[in-house]
């Protein structure tokens, strides 16, 4: 009888790379050794949807409540009084009814609500981290309820742990389900320069990414800033795509403010979520990774196998990805200025751009893959169910 793995998310109106890897595992999981039970929280929203994209079922869980996260407080949720005199045993409860033998919670929230009721519950709980490394949770929790850690990179490990987790950690990338038939990147520009009415010379830079502070959207702009004063003949346009939760609107507001206070509110561009995302992405001439304590980024790798040159920060995980000046550019993280040596060489230098965008695409299409992800995680499944 196949093993049924829940898979928690929350119902609200983001869904970001921790919904599409985790999706994409579950749905491509062997039916013949495990069921995957997808449950979305209060109520569907965009993680629904993806599911059913996926051809995946789910059901909405509107009770019991979940506990806020730390500073911040929705309508629906509970302190944390309630959550363990109440919702603990409600999760309890629900994981009784599902007959979930493992829960694989992928975010922050999940991680939090889940952790204490599954071990409560005798059942086996993993925490699959794609946060930062000195994460409240993942030092102070997750050593002492979950059966295991997956972790996207090496940075992301706990580094603070109240008991070691060297024999419950294992670092497995995240799942890149690569289209076999790319677009094709001059035709792709040539779309995106036209939806925007922007002249061919016009140099793209892309951010891909919800907005919330770690990955810094509004130092995104500083760059795009940077690059315009440094290039003054040449239309530099920075295309932001990502979804904005309600929480997240300062952030937002934030970045519209700068590039006023910059002068080029005419060349930032808030393109919201795109799905699918391919082909803008292989539009961009660069695609700028400009985050902090980034364990690993999806879009980093989708970028390379696409062959859009990635410049990062020399910062978490970016640099397990990128070899400077072989695969992509790794720059100072604080300074928006050190993003403009290698936007100069990739608009004005063809042949270390081809280069790049060679090297990148090999890169990824040689290290990572779906099928890859999914045998790392079903021998953990199997190590935890033996």
């Known amino acids: 009888m196949p093993k049924r793995i829940l898979f928690p998310f929350e119902g609200d109106n983001v869904i970001g790379g921790s919904h599409v890897s985790a999706m994409k595992l579950a749905a491509a999981l062997d039916r013949s050794k495990y069921e995957p039970y997808i449950l979305v929280h209060y109520e569907a929203g965009p ?46 409860s629900v994981l009784s009814r599902i007959g979930a033998d493992i829960v694989h919670t992928n975010e922050g929230r999940m991680h939090a609500n889940w952790a204490l009721p599954t071990r409560l519950a005798g059942r086996k709980h993993i925490w699959h981290h794609r946060q930062d490394p000195s994460a409240f949770g ?21 580094n603070k742990p109240v008991r070691s987790v060297d024999d419950r950690f294992t670092v497995v990338r995240s799942p890149f389900d690569f289209n076999p038939n790319p677009p094709d990147r001059a035709a792709s520009r040539q779309q995106v320069l036209q939806e925007l009415g922007l002249p061919d010379n016009a140099m793209l830079l892309g951010y891909f990414g919800n907005f919330v502070t770690r990955k810094r959207p509004d130092h995104f702009v500083r760059v795009i800033a940077a690059a315009q004063k440094a290039m003054p003949d040449v239309p530099v346009h920075g295309l932001l795509f ?31 979520f795109r799905q699918p995302i391919d082909g803008y992405m292989a539009a961009m001439d660069a695609n700028l990774v400009t985050a902090l304590d980034e364990p690993f980024g999806r879009t980093l790798i989708e970028a390379m196998y696409l062959g859009t040159p ?38 004005d230098d063809a042949e270390t751009r081809d280069r790049i965008s060679a090297a990148s695409h090999e890169y990824a299409s040689t290290n990572f893959g779906l099928s890859i992800h999914v045998e790392s995680v079903c021998r953990i499944y199997d190590q ?3």
């Open 47 to 92: 993680a629904a949807d993806y599911a059913r994209s996926l051809g995946l079922g789910y059901e909405v869980l509107e009770q019991p409540r979940l506990m806020s996260p730390g500073g911040l407080s929705y309508p629906r949720d509970c302190g944390p009084g309630g959550y363990l005199l109440s919702s603990v045993r409600g999760f309890a």
């Open 310 to 347: 990635v410049i990062a920060t020399r910062h978490g995980g970016n640099v397990e990805a990128i070899t400077e000046g072989e695969n992509g550019f790794l720059v100072d993280p604080f300074d928006p200025e050190a993003f403009v040596a290698p936007i100069r060489t990739l608009y």
């Open 384 to 386: 935890l169910l033996s």
């Open 138 to 158: 993942i030092n102070k929790l997750a050593p002492l309820l979950s059966n295991h850690i997956i972790s996207v990179s090496h940075f992301s490990k706990p």
């Open 242 to 272: 990502g979804s904005v939760a309600e929480r997240d609107e300062p952030l937002k507001q934030a970045c519209i403010d700068i590039a006023a206070d910059e002068g080029i509110s005419d060349r930032i561009h808030l393109m919201g």
